[in-house]
Structure formats: structure tokens, C-alpha cells
């Protein structure tokens, strides 16, 4: 026979068990859900992908000069790569490619390098036909950023590199019509990156001398704050205006 207490004892077990059992469910549920909501989805993905782009960008001070100082490199060589892909007159191949070295010159020499890296070359012909080289550089470098500077540098340096490689193919590949495009590509890059080179040159030694010209300078006002150097220059001085006198006195008298 099962008296009350067993019933109650067995009825109570089962109700803990169902509790129990309903709590495990609950938080299982729970986890499932967080980790469902935790996950990544498609959008926050693709833009996971463009980190690197979104880093450059917030780190850059000038980004659209940044685009624009890559633009026309990469079109050029882009239409020199694949434009016969598109169209068989060349002509209009040429065209575009000089049009777009034209513009990617003046950019990088006028607008990109102003403002990524503070320097501006130009040069001018004189009376006797030689030529002088101005340079213009930012006083305060530290203005300028890093990622700036950096990608300027690299597409400055790598677009002449290309072309030269797109001229040792043609060679090799005998396609002697567009040799003048990279001709041309050439020696636009390359003026550019003489110019720069030697007005980073030239904004480097004119921050140098400021620098000495600054620790002169402070080195004169620390020995000036110390009183016996500045009792012994006073003297000094004094020394040299009474002797200058004694010398016009005796002037006159011998006169």
C-alpha cells in the first residue's frame, strides 16, 4: 500500500523534474537566440571585407586626393592594357592614354603633392635658357599624414616602374606603335618623381638649418642668462668701445 506520504514525495519529484527540464529548454532557447543575433550578418560582412579601405580612408587627411592621384595612373595603364580588347583604332587608344598621362602630371605636380605631402616643384626658363629648379614645402611636417604620405610615395615610385615593364613587353612583343605611349608615360612619371625627390631634398636640408639655427639660438640665450659670461661679454664690449676712442683721440691729436 502507498500511503500519502509516498504519493506526495513521488508527485513532488515529478514536478521538480518537469521544472527542471522546462529551465534547461528556456536557457538552451536563450543561448540560441544570442548566438543567432551575435552572428554577422551578409551586410556587416561585405563590410568586414572593406576594412582596410574604410582604415586608409578615415586615417587620410585628403582622401579624394588620394583617389584622384591613383585615378588617372591606373586608367592609363588600364586603356593601354585592355583597349585594344575594346577597339581596334588605335588612335583613339593614344589619344586617351596621353590625355589621361597629361592629367594624372598635373595632379600629381600641382594638387596631390600639395596636399599629401606639403611639396610643390615647378621650374622656369630663364633669359639664357637654363633652367631653375623652385621648391615650395609645408613649414610644420608633422601636419601631414602618414597614410598620405605613403600612398603618395608608392604610386609616385610604382607608376614609372610599370611603364617601364610595359616597354620592355612591347619590345619583346614587337609592338612598336604604342612604344610612344610608354615613351611618353616615362618621362612625364619620371619628371615628377625628380622633382619631388629633389624638393623633399631641399625641404629637408631647410629643416635642418632651421633646427641648427634654433639650437644656436637657444645655446645664445643660455649662456647669456648666465652672469659671469654676460659680465665678460659686457666688458668685453667695453673694452673694445674704449679702445676704439683712445684710438680717434689720438688721431686728432697727431692732427
Given at each position: 500500500p502507498r500511503y500519502p506520504y509516498d504519493i506526495f514525495k513521488n508527485m513532488k519529484e515529478e514536478q521538480l523534474e518537469f521544472i527542471t527540464v522546462n529551465q534547461e529548454d528556456e536557457l538552451n532557447n536563450l543561448l540560441l537566440n544570442n548566438a543567432y543575433t551575435d552572428m554577422p550578418s551578409s551586410s556587416e560582412k561585405i563590410t568586414g571585407d572593406s576594412v582596410v579601405g574604410n582604415w586608409v580612408f578615415k586615417q587620410s587627411k585628403h582622401p579624394v586626393a588620394i583617389i584622384f592621384h591613383l585615378l588617372f595612373k591606373s586608367l592609363a595603364l588600364f586603356i593601354y592594357i585592355f583597349g585594344s580588347w575594346v577597339t581596334s583604332n588605335f588612335i583613339f587608344i593614344f589619344v586617351l592614354c596621353i590625355i589621361l598621362l597629361a592629367f594624372d602630371f598635373w595632379t600629381v605636380k600641382n594638387i596631390s603633392g600639395r596636399l599629401l605631402v606639403g611639396l610643390r616643384w615647378w621650374s622656369v626658363?630663364?633669359?639664357d635658357g637654363s633652367n631653375e629648379w623652385?621648391?615650395?614645402s609645408l613649414e610644420d611636417m608633422a601636419e601631414i599624414s602618414l597614410v598620405d604620405s605613403r600612398i603618395f610615395w608608392g604610386g609616385l615610385y610604382i607608376s614609372p616602374i610599370c611603364w617601364s615593364f610595359m616597354f620592355v613587353v612591347g619590345l619583346l612583343r614587337?609592338?612598336?606603335?604604342?612604344l610612344p605611349i610608354v615613351l611618353a608615360a616615362i618621362v612625364l612619371n619620371s619628371a615628377n618623381v625628380i622633382g619631388y625627390i629633389k624638393c623633399s631634398s631641399s625641404a629637408k636640408n631647410k629643416m635642418?638649418?632651421?633646427m641648427e639655427q634654433g639650437m644656436a639660438q637657444g645655446a645664445m640665450s643660455a649662456a647669456l642668462e648666465n652672469s659671469s659670461f654676460r659680465s665678460w661679454v659686457l666688458n668685453f664690449l667695453l673694452s673694445l668701445t674704449s679702445n676704439n676712442s683712445t684710438t680717434t683721440t689720438r688721431g686728432?691729436?697727431?692732427a
Open positions: 626658363v630663364k633669359d623652385i621648391f615650395e614587337f609592338k612598336l606603335e604604342y635642418q638649418s632651421m686728432n691729436n697727431y
